[in-house]
């Protein structure tokens, strides 16, 4: 479990193989009925998604609310996640200056320069999920599954599957898996936008590897953001967080916010705390991103983000900074709430459609917006190539201005996946007769390469077997993607191979990443 030491402690809910920062909470109580349960049902449509009835359908309501039928829906469709890191090898270079000296007394010997190989031992850790659809779509947290070479999912009713991951999202910390199974519970999706302050929710999951269990609590607030850059590091996380006093702890992560009716609202991803256990708040991600997330992660395996490409803060904020640099500061804006844009990002959506610097954006399509976390939500819902209307505070009048969202790249275009299938070849993990046969310890073969294929553009051949890819030492699958994955996110975007073929023959390849 990884801690990040301060004033507050923000803790990762999942034990195990990634140390990724998340959070979760609960309390059990009967409370006043100011929302009766409404009758699902399907909407017709085919995203895989419920909706429901409407209200003219609802039960008599009661002066309390009765939770266990909430907290039996929710124990159906939370399944335990058991994942595995298989160790793995890598190739590290040092400098040795007595083979160095050596070298050059009795010229020969590598300048200085050694290698040795850094074995990292097995990892294993566990968490929570939710199944969302009856033929085995289940969501959780990036973090719970993020470098696992072994999903293991165990329902409530004990029934065992192995899962492979249909897609991951770090910046939102979501990820989409899918077990071969049929006619599984669900629960519904929803709506978290409905969620008011003050409503009773239930968190369920695995804690401390104790399955099903079930908390209760309230909304204590929404759109909250938590730690800046606390998940990737990389500063483009999309944090819009449910926050509730439900008690979650390490092994909740992933698991369901569900609402009295019984209803997917969110998916608890973190817990604030002084000691690593439960002792405050938790955070959930609303439904109204991973819907949004699922669908993406679905059709094209990576999540078509839409930027409105500005960087800024909470109008709140920036007033309380320049007047702690000034106390004689007392700019009017008109209004005291909205995101103050600080700058725009060249070539961005917000720049080309008009946005200045300095302006106040108070609402996207009529929707109210008063910090910078509900401006991430909301844009978060929308993909490159949409059209919104920002509304926007510029010298005290108000004004609307249409902006057509764009991705990381300053384009609409759809983002492929960066996995390996875009190397345009097919794969497989050697076999043990291929080991012993070829006298190889490891690797992966190249079982097909496209005409278009970047390897074979740089010469590699059919069949060869890559051995190492930019000096990590490759017997997996999920090992090769990684580090093609590490690879085109770095600077160099180069991917170093080194193998041999079945014939004997070595060879080693730099390949250039798009």
């Known amino acids: 479990m990884k801690r990040i030491y301060g004033t507050i402690a923000l803790v990762a809910l999942v034990s195990g193989v990634t140390g990724a920062v998340t959070f979760s909470f609960v309390h059990n109580r009967l409370m006043e009925d100011e929302n009766p349960a409404q009758i699902v049902k399907s909407d017709g449509n085919d995203d895989g ?39 793995s090898t890598r190739i590290q270079e040092y400098y040795d200056p007595f083979d160095d000296m050596f070298s050059q007394f009795f010229g020969r010997g590598n300048g200085g320069t050694q290698r040795r ?59 989409l898996l899918k077990i071969d199974g049929k006619d599984l519970p669900t629960l519904v999706i929803g709506d978290s936008d409905e969620l008011k302050v003050g409503e009773w929710v239930l968190a369920v999951g695995n804690p401390f590897n104790l399955k099903s269990t079930v908390t209760a609590g309230i909304v204590s607030a929404k759109a909250r953001k938590i730690a800046e850059g606390s998940r990737s590091g990389t500063g483009n996380e999309i944090e819009s967080y449910i926050q509730t006093d439900a008690a979650i702890n390490a092994g909740n992560s992933g698991g ?30 609303p439904t109204t991103i991973m819907k949004k997330v699922v669908t993406d992660l679905k059709e094209y395996g990576a999540v078509q983000r839409a930027l409105i490409g500005i960087s800024g803060s909470d109008l709140s904020a920036y007033i309380d900074n320049q007047k702690a640099q000034d106390e004689k500061w007392n700019k009017d804006f008109g209004t005291n709430d909205g995101v103050y844009v600080a700058d725009l990002i060249e070539n961005g959506a917000a720049k ?54 764009k991705n990381g790249q300053g384009n ?10 875009a190397l345009g070849a097919e794969f497989k993990e050697i076999t043990d007769d291929q080991k012993k046969s070829l006298n190889l310890s490891n690797g992966v073969q190249i079982t097909k390469l496209d ?47 080194w193998g ?6 070595t ?7 798009e």
């Open 352 to 405: 080309e459609a008009g946005i200045k610097e300095g302006d106040v954006i108070v609402s996207v399509n009529d929707k109210k917006v008063s910090k910078m976390s509900e401006l991430q939500e909301i844009i978060t819902r929308y993909s490159p190539g949409d059209k919104v209307s920002v509304g926007i505070i510029r010298d005290k009048k108000q004004k609307s201005i249409d902006v057509t969202l």
């Open 256 to 285: 369901a916010l569900v609402n009295a009716r019984g209803e997917l609202v969110g998916i608890n991803a973190a817990l604030y705390s002084q000691t690593g256990s439960f002792t405050g708040y938790g955070f959930a991600i």
């Open 49 to 87: 998604f419920m909706t429901l009835a409407s209200k003219d359908d609802t039960p008599k309501t009661h002066s309390y609310i009765d939770l266990t039928e909430a907290a039996e829906k929710g124990c159906a469709a939370v399944v335990y996640i058991k994942v595995t890191q298989n160790g």
């Open 412 to 421: 609409t275009k759809v983002v492929k996946a960066q996995n390996l299938s």
């Open 500 to 505: 041999k073929y079945p014939s004997g023959r």
């Open 117 to 175: 190989q850094i074995q990292t031992p097995k990892r294993q850790g566990a968490g929570s999920g939710v199944i969302i659809s009856n033929d085995g779509y289940i969501v959780t947290n990036n973090h719970v599954v993020e470098g696992a070479d072994d999903i293991e999912i165990t329902l409530n009713d004990n029934r065992e599957f192995k899962a492979t991951v249909v897609g991951l999202d770090a910046n939102t910390d979501l990820a």
């Open 451 to 497: 005409n278009d294929s970047p390897l074979r553009k740089m010469g590699v051949g059919n069949n060869f077997i890559i051995m190492l890819a930019n000096n990590v030492k490759i017997t997996t699958l999920n090992e090769l993607e990684r580090v093609y994955k590490s690879a085109c996110e770095s600077e160099a975007k180069t991917l170093f191979i």
């Open 507 to 513: 060879g080693s390849y730099a390949i250039e990443l």
